[in-house]
C-alpha cells in the first residue's frame, strides 16, 4: 500500500527531457556505448543526459548538456523520478514513476563493439 501510494505521489511530477545512465565502473560497458551513440547522434541537444556515479575520482569528460550526479548526492533521486529514460547495465535502476521507461543493457550482451 505504501509502495502504491508512492507512485501515485510520482506521478504528479512531471517528467523532464532526461536521460539517466548507469555503469560499474562509472562511464563503461553498454551504457557507455549507448550513450556515445546519443551523443554521436546529437541527441544531448534534445535531452539532457545525466550519469550516476559511484566513484568521485572518475575523469569527467566536458560534453555539452551532460551532468554527472554522485549516488551519494541528493540530485540522484530527482534525476531518478523525473527522467523519462533510465538505461542501466550493472545495477538494475528502478522507474519510480509509471510513465518512465528502463533499460537493463545486461553487462554480457555484445553490443559494446
Known amino acids: 500500500m505504501k509502495h502504491k501510494l508512492l507512485r501515485l505521489l510520482l506521478s504528479l511530477l ?3 527531457n532526461t536521460i539517466l545512465f548507469e555503469s560499474k565502473p562509472d562511464l563503461s ?3 557507455k556505448a549507448v550513450f556515445d ?3 554521436r ?3 544531448n541537444r534534445k535531452y539532457k543526459l545525466v550519469w550516476l556515479l559511484h566513484r568521485h575520482d ?3 569528460p566536458e560534453i555539452k548538456n551532460v551532468r ?9 533521486f530527482w534525476f531518478r523520478v ?3 529514460c533510465l538505461i542501466c547495465c550493472n545495477s538494475w535502476v528502478k522507474p519510480m514513476h509509471p510513465k518512465q521507461h528502463a533499460f537493463y543493457l545486461s553487462h554480457g550482451t555484445p553490443i559494446k563493439s
Do not use: A
Open 68 to 76: 554527472y550526479v554522485y549516488y551519494d548526492s541528493l540530485f540522484r
Open 41 to 43: 547522434r546529437g541527441l
Open 58 to 60: 572518475t575523469p569527467l
Open 82 to 84: 523525473t527522467s523519462k
Open 37 to 39: 551513440e546519443m551523443v
Open 29 to 31: 560497458d553498454n551504457t
Open 14 to 16: 512531471p517528467l523532464q
